[in-house]
């Protein structure tokens, strides 16, 4: 018998728990006066925006002028019909007037109330009503009385005494009067003067139904909005916190069921969730549109009229469902087009190319297989040999021919890009404008190769074209050479996964199936919400997803027909011959090279010439370019070019000298090789 | 004959009065207090039994109306 136990093999000593701190942290703490008084961020301007500046000042002024015009001489068209109808429903008016008061004098608005007591038998309340009443008709019959005898002898005065044009008066504010008592509550005695669109309003209830009808919420309770619904773009956007479990995919996976609820039931065009960008996945963005999307009328190209666009900026390309702008770049990136025929591809292709030659830096380049002619507009921009349409043999060689020049250029481009990243042009080793405006071999190219699939299927050109074509994508990213791949046939023989891996821009236009949108937009994006496959060919033609540039989202490319591609084709002409842009470098853009300029400087009647020679010559000739031209640079440049440079021996003053130098008619065969290849 | 005809003549618009009267005046005052609600009872004044101390009573038509009336809305 022992009280205190002691260990033995069966027992284990038990330390006693220890408190750490609470797993909660401290509830926050007020904001001290220090930021409550520095924070102005939620102050709104005292003087609106749109009165602050002068050109605003007068662009409303001008609106309410135009405004006010319109209405009155609207109004006055319509004159005689409004007297017609003003002198119908006036005597309805004079009557109802009187009825009104003799209603009110007997206070007959207590009839029912009477008839009702007496129906129910409740004599008690019969008899407070009928207190009531005479109550009230004591005075008001006197009122009445005195009423009818002033109106009356008003009207005797006007007519036998009164002058002409007071009695014109009178029935001139009299008419208009009554006749707005008579008209029935819905004929309006004006017409109305603009049509505003009708559209439902959207209630928190009805966006709890529909997003309860989609089966993935259980507890319409918990469905929280962050934000009050207010009106975006043509729509309404309702900002949707979804319970536990449920995430915004979820929803979008649904938007038929969304579309077909009870609270809404809207065609699916007009039913557009959306993941929110920067927020928590749980968050909803749901836009519905007063309208179906299709049948709305597009908002106007930016760079339509005028303005220049910017290789290395982002430009407008078209809009997304809420009718905001969308942008492309061009830059660091290549872009892909996929879809089924009639989906828009080359419109929508043709709308970044048509952008790129606004920026009169770019070279164009068009590989068309499919023989329509879309981009004729562009084809007096290309460079010589840079346009091919067409879908026979000479046109896929006419585009390889491309390819091989776009991956000479990828060869050339990057000793020129080090070069002036060392002189300070650029922080990292990439064409940017500076280096473009500097010189011209270093100039943007946007090479379009649309209908690819013909190019990358052919059985003989098939596998040079996919090697070159992956080479150029994966190394043309930073020389500034973009390239836009367009196919209607999307299966893995059309886009080799070293292409599609490496392009960053791509967009799917309506396609069939998930498989295809996978395939354009990288795996997995079908079921991150993309639904190429809900658009119609020809219906829906320029809409897409696209992903690379921002969060995935349909967009639909502005519409250019061939005639708009030709006048802004015109003008991106105009802009290079007139030198808008540089006004120093008004020659065309390939007409100085190096192998040019090396020729221009070469003493005549020589076979062959140190480089030590011709390069003071280049920098005498341009000294903004060759400026710190060094021999061995030289010589890396022309190998990039495509001339050796030998050893060169010669006698100085009857001792040998051996420099690296060029020879006269390996540089002749280089300039005319390059000829035949553009 | 002519009798029966006469009397139908003078009967129908004294019957449109009455419906009329049924109508804008439904109540006439108790003929049992005459209005006063309340009666003399052999000891102490009493409330009136027949109009419940309102002094009003429903017409006799304007009750026939309001049965029928219950009646076909079935309370």
Redesign the interface.
């Known amino acids: 018998m022992h009280t205190q136990p002691e260990l033995d093999h069966e027992m284990v000593y038990e330390p006693p728990p220890t408190q750490g701190v609470p797993v909660d942290p401290p509830a926050e703490r007020l904001p001290v006066f220090a930021a409550v008084v520095t924070d102005q961020s939620d102050r709104r301007p005292i003087i609106p925006a749109s009165l602050r500046s002068r050109e605003q000042l007068r662009t409303l002024a001008r609106w309410l002028v135009g405004y006010t015009g319109h209405t009155l001489a609207y109004h006055l068209t319509r004159s005689p019909k409004y007297a017609a109808k003003m002198l119908w429903w006036a005597p309805v008016g004079v009557g109802r007037s009187v009825s009104r008061s003799v209603r009110w004098a007997f206070d007959l608005e207590s009839w029912a109330l009477r008839q009702s007591a007496a129906s129910r038998d409740d004599a008690a309340t019969y008899l407070k009503l009928s207190q009531q009443r005479d109550r009230r008709v004591g005075w008001r019959g006197w009122v009445l009385a005195f009423g009818t005898l002033l109106v009356a002898a008003v009207v005797a005065l006007l007519v036998w005494v009164a002058p002409l044009w007071l009695q014109l008066c009178t029935v001139g504010v009299c008419i208009p009067v009554f006749a707005r008592l008579g008209r029935p509550i819905d004929h309006p005695i004006l017409d109305r003067v603009v049509t505003q669109a009708a559209y439902r309003k959207l209630t928190a209830e009805m966006v709890r139904q529909a997003l309860m009808a989609t089966g993935a919420v259980k507890d319409l309770a918990a469905i929280t909005f962050p934000k009050e619904i207010h009106r975006d773009g043509p729509g309404y956007l309702a900002t949707v916190d979804l319970p536990d479990g449920v995430i915004a995919t979820d929803i979008i996976d649904k938007r038929d069921r969304l579309a077909g609820s009870r609270a809404l039931r809207l065609p699916v065009d007009q039913v557009w969730p959306e993941t929110m960008r920067g927020e928590h996945p749980g968050r909803l963005a749901l836009w519905i549109a007063d309208r179906p999307v299709s049948s709305m009328r597009p908002p106007p190209w930016q760079l339509f009229e005028d303005g220049q666009a910017d290789y290395f900026k982002p430009f407008h390309y078209g809009h997304d469902p809420r009718q905001r702008p969308v942008m492309w770049r061009l830059d660091e990136r290549n872009s892909l087009f996929g879809g089924v025929p009639g989906s828009g591809k080359s419109l929508a292709v043709r709308v970044v190319l048509l952008a790129a030659i606004l920026d009169p830096l770019v070279v164009p380049a068009v590989a068309e297989l499919k023989g329509t002619g879309d981009f004729d507009a562009v084809e007096p921009l290309c460079p010589k040999g840079c346009y091919a349409s067409g879908a026979d043999e000479g046109s896929k060689h006419k585009a390889m021919a491309m390819l091989q020049w776009l991956l000479d250029e990828c060869e050339t481009r990057p000793p020129l890009i080090k070069r002036y990243a060392q002189q300070g042009l650029n922080k990292e080793n990439k064409v940017n404008r500076a280096m473009a405006e500097r010189d011209t071999r270093l100039r943007p190219i946007v090479a379009v190769f649309d209908e690819v699939q013909e190019l990358f299927t052919d059985p003989e050109l098939g596998k040079p074209a996919i090697a070159m074509a992956t080479s150029i994508v994966k190394r043309g990213r930073a020389l500034g050479i973009h390239l836009i791949l367009a196919t209607q046939r999307i299966d893995a023989a059309s886009i080799p996964k070293g292409i599609s891996s490496n392009v960053v821009l791509r967009l799917a236009l309506a396609v069939t199936s998930h498989i295809e949108t996978d395939l354009i937009l990288g795996t997995g994006a079908y079921k991150n919400g993309a639904r190429p496959t809900q658009f119609e060919p020809e219906i829906d033609a320029g809409w897409g997803y696209r992903v690379g540039m921002g969060p995935m989202a349909a967009v639909r490319a502005a519409y250019l027909n061939n005639e708009d591609a030709k006048a802004i084709a015109a003008r991106a002409i105009a802009m290079r011959t007139s030198g808008v842009h540089d006004e120093d470098d008004a020659q065309p853009v390939w007409a100085y090279n190096l192998l040019d300029d090396v020729r221009q400087v070469w003493i005549v009647g020589e076979p062959a010439l140190w480089s030590e020679l011709i390069v003071p010559r280049l920098q005498a000739l341009r000294p903004d370019i060759y400026g710190d031209l060094t021999v061995e640079l030289f010589g890396s440049m022309m190998a990039g070019a495509g001339v050796r440079t030998v050893k060169l021996g010669r006698r100085i003053d009857g001792k040998p000298h051996t420099r690296a130098g060029v020879r006269f008619e390996e540089l002749e065969a280089a300039i005319k090789a390059k000829q035949i290849k553009n | 004959m002519t009798l029966i005809a006469v009397i139908a003549t003078a009967l129908i618009p004294l019957a449109l009065i009455y419906v009329i009267v049924c109508?804008a005046q439904?109540?006439h005052t108790c003929s049992r207090c005459s209005g006063a609600g309340k009666r003399k009872a052999l000891v102490r004044v009493k409330e009136c039994t027949r109009?419940?101390g309102?002094g009003?009573?429903?017409r006799l038509g304007?009750?026939v109306w309001?049965r029928i009336?219950h009646t076909r809305s079935g309370r």
């Open positions: 109508v439904p109540y109009c419940l309102t009003l009573r429903l304007r009750q309001n009336q």
